[in-house]
Structures are given as C-alpha cells and as structure tokens.
C-alpha cells in the first residue's frame, strides 16, 4: 500500500512540476539591449533609462557591436513558451 501512495505523489508532484514550468515559460520577456535606432549600434544601458538616444531593442542577438535579427518593437517579438498561443487575440 505504500508503494501505491507514493507513486501517486510522484504523479502529482510532476504535474505541479510541469504546470509551474508552463507558467514561467509564458512570462518570459524577451532578451533586450539598448541601441541605436538609426545605426544599429547597441548603446550602454543608461541610454535608454534615462532617456537618452537609446531605444530597447528586442529579440535577436549582438555581435559586432550591433544588434541584428529582432525588432525595436517588443510586441513583435514575444516569446512563447511550452503551452503558449503564438498569437493575440483581437
């Protein structure tokens, strides 16, 4: 009999596993740099804080001091995780 009853914690301790995984991966915000809308350039931080000539850049990846492969629009590049609708309502 205790074998039974442990199984069945296993079980519901791998959902409760699976769901809070679900959960988190649908929050997930985009990676994001500071750059240079007009160069491509990324900028430091403080240049879009405290808003100087840098604008967020979203997705993508850096190299070279620029930014390519993503978009300075964060809606367009929104991360689905495990579970997640790719696509908005409207």
Known sequence: MAKRRLRSSTV???G???LALTITSCGSE???R???RQTQKTLPSSECRTGG?????????SGKGKVAGGSFD???VERGG???SG???G
């Open 30 to 32: 985009p990676d994001r």
């Open 12 to 14: 519901v301790l791998g």
């Open 34 to 36: 500071c750059a240079d």
């Open 16 to 18: 409760m596993g699976l």
């Open 53 to 61: 000539s840098g604008s967020y850049y979203y997705g993508g990846k």
């Open 82 to 84: 495990f579970g997640c």
């Open 74 to 76: 964060k809606s367009a």
């Open 87 to 89: 696509s908005g309502g």
